[in-house]
């Protein structure tokens, strides 16, 4: 059984960075699509970044438009976890983040891969 546990949030003002962490247990998930989403208070819960396994040891990298260039998610493999750096935070980025993983990309770009985290708060003060 796989567990996703995130850890790395926090309270930051405006401007300010953050890094999350996503570590995985129970079943080695270099091949899986591993991505955050997040969910804001009244909103639905939306997609963040992912990282796809593309052959050899390469991944590919994929943002939601009002994260890019501000966001970076990164693998590392060797430690079964993934990450997101997030600098230049805005109050608008407040949500509970998600790690997520599922072997079908598709499936985890619609919200429903197999594996969640249980979520961590990221509060951006204004």
């Known amino acids: 059984q796989v567990q996703l546990v995130e850890s790395g949030g926090g309270l930051v003002q405006a401007g300010g960075s953050l890094r999350l962490s996503c570590a995985a247990s129970?079943?080695?998930?270099?091949?899986?699509?591993m991505g955050w989403f997040r969910q804001a208070p009244g909103k639905e819960r939306e997609f963040v970044a992912d990282?796809?396994?593309?052959?050899?040891?390469?991944?590919?990298?994929k943002y939601a438009d009002s994260v890019k260039g501000r966001f970076t998610i990164s693998r590392d493999t060797a430690k079964n976890s993934v990450d997101l750096q997030m600098i230049s935070l805005k109050p608008e980025d407040t949500a509970v983040y998600y790690c997520?993983?599922?072997?079908?990309?598709?499936?985890?770009?619609?919200?429903?891969?197999?594996?969640w985290g249980q979520g961590t708060q990221v509060t951006v003060s204004s």
């Open positions: 990282t796809s396994w593309s052959g050899g040891n390469r991944y590919v990298a």
């Open positions: 129970g079943y080695t998930l270099s091949r899986y699509v």
């Open positions: 997520a993983a599922d072997p079908n990309y598709t499936k985890l770009r619609r919200g429903g891969p197999g594996y």
